[in-house]
């Protein structure tokens, strides 16, 4: 049986008229909310894609439009640009829960990835668990799209959580500043506040995308339960009832709080989404809301 692609056909087509969008103006880069692609002297012809509503008219290929009678859009490279880094969080903890995190966060992933390669963004796919996995590294176009797709799908959760051996890693192999969008549970024993802050004292900015599966943030049970943590076999006994889960959503609310403060505290953004939620609405709804894309 064929395999489900992470983003299919009609959603890619309403990706199209997005862009990742990022806060900072970073010395040296094009950026600070993103300025325009289009055509103009001096720059490098790459590629082209469907004209929408509101795009700028001096942009569209108008010998393309008297052959097929459809407007196109030239798009241009301006350098340099400002790297985008998609730190996917492939730990185990990402493959708990009924509805599954770690494809929900490939499929969204693959989708911001796409937007950025159309808008000709340079995108890093940086894995990461105890450490910086293999990276892949697309530009240039939507033509990349496919491979990054067979990298997403190679992908498989292994090993536990450690945020601050993944930082301490990212800036040593990474010194030039950007938006970092990291897509993660956000759960690590030792913590993932400080390496988070690490990150954002060497000037980088956060775009952090915390997932939950529905079951992580409202137990469904009650009584005596044995539970096992994912990503180091320990086991627990617990005897839940309805005001110890009342006491757990309220932990874990005030730990997304923790992260949405240290985001914006510095200039970032932070969205939670559970994986019950469609992609597209995740997109269109929080992500578009926060002016991750726009």
């Known amino acids: 049986m064929a395999q489900e692609p992470l983003v299919d056909r009609t959603l890619l087509e309403k990706l199209e008229r997005l862009a990742i969008h990022w806060q900072k103006s970073f010395p040296g880069l094009v950026g600070g909310r993103n300025a325009s692609r289009f055509s103009g002297a001096g720059q490098e012809f790459l590629d082209h894609r469907r004209f929408h509503y509101g795009d700028d008219l001096r942009a569209v290929n108008w010998r393309a439009y008297l052959r097929l009678e459809k407007l196109f859009l030239k798009l241009f490279q301006v350098e340099p640009r400002v790297p985008v880094r998609v730190l996917l969080d492939t730990s185990l903890s990402m493959a708990t829960g009924g509805r599954g995190k770690f494809n929900y966060a490939r499929r969204l992933a693959a989708a911001l990835t796409y937007i950025g390669l159309v808008r000709l963004d340079k995108i890093l796919i940086q894995p990461f668990a105890g ?164």
């Open 131 to 294: 450490g910086l996995g293999e990276p892949f590294r697309a530009g240039g176009g939507r033509h990349r799209f496919a491979p990054a797709v067979e990298f997403l799908t190679a992908l498989q959760p292994a090993g536990a959580s450690d945020f601050m051996s993944a930082a301490r890693e990212l800036i040593a192999a990474h010194a030039q500043p950007g938006l970092l969008v990291v897509i993660s549970d956000f759960l690590d024993e030792a913590g993932c506040e400080k390496p988070l802050q690490y990150l954002a004292d060497f000037e980088h900015e956060l775009l952090l995308i915390q997932l939950w599966d529905d079951d992580d943030r409202t137990p469904p049970w009650e009584g005596e339960i044995e539970l096992e943590d994912a990503e180091n076999a320990r086991t627990m006994i617990l005897r839940l009832d309805r005001e110890a889960g009342a006491r757990y959503t309220e932990a874990f609310d005030a730990h997304a709080r923790v992260l949405q403060n240290l985001a914006t505290r510095h200039g970032g953004r932070y969205v939670g989404l559970a994986t019950s939620m469609p992609i597209e609405d995740a997109v269109f709804g929080p992500l578009m809301r926060i002016s991750g894309v726009a």
